[in-house]
């Protein structure tokens, strides 16, 4: 078979292909240009939808309704859209071999692509508990949540287990989310993790114990400081039993398990540079291998604001980085140069009616202000983190637009603090006055 011949290749067909897609686009792209390779069945979507109202009982949202760039308030791009700008969507196709010194892509089947440029944009995949030999871990209705073909077993096991009992493994941003989302179904939720509190990544011990008090009022019961060791199956293969290392035994139908995400970069071992678990990139998301960049989850980049390198898992900085390389191509075939990435992170959720934003670095000491009672109607409160004398970091559950734009200021701008129980004592008028 000879090969297709693409002057760009974006790799993955993701939230940042999507991006990387609509930038092509408006820098200008001649048809047949560019192609965007993905094993996915569908076209660039916002992947966080699928935790979240893809798996509403009632109204569920299902595409064509979020493809990207609905997410940041921008335009849908339909699978038409990329015929009408010349793109070629490669979907349902898996690349399974990579030749970076000979530019060259081969698919399961066999086809090969050459590009001039390449984006990799392949994100990550989930840790499975059969990765370190969880007995009985391959039953059944125990799902994984990544792509939407993961969503859409989950919402059958939904329909035919009514009523029936759930059980978490994890505490991040999985565990929180699809606990939530299984509760709104009427699932008897019970949530396992190892952790002395919820989302230890990023929450303290105070910001945890709202949700955790939240989701206990919501009829949610959380088993905290031990992990599953085993599950038993029925004569059918379907999960029945999580065996618990503190020996409890728990009853199921469905298990959901989020136990964290590793980049998919084993395709360019040895091909290119990698640190902290990801792909070596500049200010520009050029990797260490010409004409090569990388974004989204699998990059590791220079966070200039902290002055380190750093890996990012979450939309905001797929979507950007994404923007960020495109103009970098563009800019460096003209001759140009452009300004550096400057990412300020930022990380959000939502459960129930909650939602919670953060924005900075969560390193330091810490303040707690606001109302963070679990019963209370409409509950408001935050975080801030204090490193060397200044605010680098801020949280805020239940915030407006404007209150979520002043926390996200302050952890740009990183105002010095003079003492922290002022600073408590101020809360959120602190942030809205810088
Ligand atoms: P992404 O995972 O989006 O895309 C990778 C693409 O590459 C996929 O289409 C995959 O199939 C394809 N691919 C991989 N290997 C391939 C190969 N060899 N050949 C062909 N195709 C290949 N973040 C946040 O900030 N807020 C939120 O609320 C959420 N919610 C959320 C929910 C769920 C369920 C998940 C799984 C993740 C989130 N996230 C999130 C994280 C966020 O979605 C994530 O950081 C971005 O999707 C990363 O974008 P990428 O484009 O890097 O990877
Ligand atoms: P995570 O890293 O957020 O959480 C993993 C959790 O797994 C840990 O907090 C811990 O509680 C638990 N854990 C680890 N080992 C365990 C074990 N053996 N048994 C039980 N629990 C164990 O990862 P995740 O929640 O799986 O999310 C996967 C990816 O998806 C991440 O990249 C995440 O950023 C992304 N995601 C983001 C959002 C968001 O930003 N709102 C939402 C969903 C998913």
Not at 406 to 411: F, L, N, Q, T, Y
Request: aromatic residues 10%; proline residues 5%.
């Amino acid at each position: 078979m000879a090969a297709k011949n693409f002057k760009y290749v974006i790799l993955g067909g993701g939230v940042s292909a999507g991006y990387a897609a609509r930038e092509f686009a408006k820098q200008g792209l001649k048809p047949g240009e560019l192609a965007v390779i993905s094993k996915e069945a569908v076209a660039p979507y916002e992947r966080p939808a699928l935790s979240k109202a893809y798996l509403f009982p009632e109204s569920p949202a299902r595409l064509p309704g979020f493809h990207v760039c609905v997410g940041s308030g921008g335009e849908r791009l339909l699978p038409e859209w990329y015929k009408e700008n010349g793109i070629e969507l490669i979907l349902s196709t898996e690349i399974v071999k990579v030749d970076l010194a000979g530019k060259t892509l081969v698919s399961g089947n066999g086809e090969s692509f050459k590009y001039q440029t390449l984006v990799v944009s392949t994100g990550s995949t989930v840790i499975r508990l059969t990765d370190f030999g969880v007995k009985g871990a391959e039953a059944k209705n125990i799902f994984y949540l990544r792509e939407i073909d993961d969503a859409d077993k989950l919402n059958e096991a939904i329909k035919s287990k009514k009523n029936g009992k759930a059980v978490i493994v994890g505490g991040g941003y999985i565990g929180l989310e699809l606990g939530a989302a299984l509760r709104i179904n009427n699932l008897d939720v019970k949530m396992v993790y190892p952790e002395p509190w919820c989302m230890p990544r990023l929450f303290t011990s105070g910001i945890a114990a709202f949700y955790e008090g939240y989701y206990a009022n919501k009829g949610i019961k959380i088993i905290k400081g031990t992990v599953a060791v085993g599950f038993t199956a029925n004569s059918d293969g379907e999960v029945k039993e999580v065996h618990l290392k503190d020996g409890t035994v728990l009853e199921a139908d469905i298990v959901v398990v989020g136990v964290g995400g590793r980049p998919l970069t084993t395709l360019f071992k040895g091909q290119v540079e990698e640190e902290k678990g990801g792909i070596k990139t500049d200010a520009f998301f050029k990797t260490s291998v010409p004409d090569v960049y990388a974004v989204g989850d699998v990059a590791t980049f220079p966070l200039k604001l902290y002055n380190e390198i750093r890996r990012v898992e979450h939309v905001d900085h797929a979507r950007k980085s994404a923007e960020q390389a495109v103009k970098a191509i563009k800019a460096s075939e003209e001759g140009k140069t452009i300004e550096e990435y400057d990412y300020l992170p930022f990380f959000y959720s939502r459960s129930f009616d909650l939602s919670w934003q953060f924005y900075g670095d969560n390193v330091g000491e810490t303040v707690l202000f606001g109302d963070n009672n679990p019963t209370s109607p409409k509950p408001k409160f935050g975080t801030y983190w204090i490193k060397d004398g200044k605010v680098v970091g801020a949280f805020l559950e239940g915030g407006s637009p404007e209150e979520n734009q002043a926390i996200a200021k302050v952890a740009k701008v990183q105002p010095p603090v003079a003492s922290l129980d002022q600073l408590a004592k101020e809360g959120l008028s602190f942030a809205s006055k810088i």
